[in-house]
């Protein structure tokens, strides 16, 4: 069965500082695709960053950046200079090429931006 | 053009009723997805098309919720006779062309079944 882990249920950070959030994930395949979701208060889900498991370079985007470690089945994201906007659940993803296109989740970090 | 659209955004309903969710992908985009998420917990997927062939519908929990996609792009999710334990946000996604492609989430309808 292929699953995904987040064991942080909450994590808080100061504005201006940095986080990261904790993905691993299990699945016996070696093509997949990672993405982490954005679910702020008004429940919308926004892609923040997505990671081709082939691709050895780490994805950025802007103040997010993701440090996937193949070997160990690990994708953590990293939250540079927290704006007061990054207070949301965040969920990890991933698709693997036999799933059919199905995204499997985790069960989301809620962070917190604190002023 | 626009993003994922989703109607009705809140849907209150009695046990037994039925109830329809639609789904507007953006445009051009061919495959559509539709999960179901509990509070608290991350998206479950439930079944997803390419064009209007529903490819996968093995996360369908019962025979009471049915998908369609008649014409490749609007789609309906039906759940007949609802009970109580439907009540959750349900979230249409659409993506380009299917395989490793970004799915792009819709605001979701949250039903509620009193």
């Known amino acids: 069965a292929q699953t995904v882990t987040q064991s942080q249920p909450e994590m808080s950070v100061q504005e201006a500082e940095t986080v990261t959030l904790s993905c691993t994930y299990d699945?016996?395949?070696?093509?997949?695709?990672l993405f982490w979701y954005k679910q702020p208060p008004s429940r919308q889900m926004i892609l923040v960053i997505r990671q081709e498991a082939y691709k050895q370079q780490n994805a950025t985007e802007n103040r997010f950046s993701v440090n996937f470690q193949k070997a160990a089945k690990s994708f953590s994201l990293k939250i540079s200079d927290s704006q007061l906007g990054d207070t949301a659940m965040y969920f990890c993803a991933f698709m693997t090429e036999t799933s059919g296109s199905r995204l499997t989740f985790g069960e989301g970090t809620q962070l917190t931006v604190n002023p | 053009g626009a993003g994922v659209s989703q109607s009705p955004r809140y849907k209150v309903t009695k046990r037994g009723q039925d109830v329809a969710l639609r789904c507007d992908p953006i445009s051009g985009h061919v495959s559509l997805y539709w999960y179901r998420q509990a509070l608290g917990q991350g998206p479950e997927f439930l079944t997803y098309f390419n064009y209007e062939a529903q490819q996968d519908k093995s996360g369908l929990p019962n025979d009471r919720f049915s998908a369609e996609r008649p014409e490749g792009s609007i789609s309906t999710l039906t759940i007949q006779r609802t009970e109580q334990r439907d009540s959750a946000m349900y979230r249409c996604a659409s993506s380009l062309v299917g395989r490793q492609e970004t799915q792009y989430f819709g605001p979701g309808t949250r039903l509620l079944v009193l």
């Open positions: 699945t016996s395949e070696n093509n997949y695709y």
